[in-house]
């Protein structure tokens, strides 16, 4: 599994509608090969900034199966508007995970 994060900054006072934007525009990720699962935090200490935390099977899921369809275009259409500045987009796998502790 690879986790894409996305850091997006966000126009001051347009955070709720960039947040209705990110949920309409959801089902064009949703529909790609390869997807698995995302998620939109916002920031508690920086008003307007957000991580997207995407989920997906494989690199090429993200970079060639959503990046290079017609889906991406649309997406950015959707939420670009709302940046502040460009977004920060790195992808991470896995070195290591440990359950929660017990009792």
Known sequence: ???EIAILNIRAGEETAF???VAKGSPLIVRTPGYISHELRRCIET????VLLVRWETLEAHTVGFRESASFPAWRAIIG???ASAPLVEHYESAG???APQG
């Open 1 to 3: 599994m690879i986790l």
């Open 47 to 50: 008003k307007g900034r957000y």
């Open 97 to 99: 995970e440990w359950p």
């Open 81 to 83: 508007p709302f940046f």
């Open 19 to 21: 947040e209705e934007a």
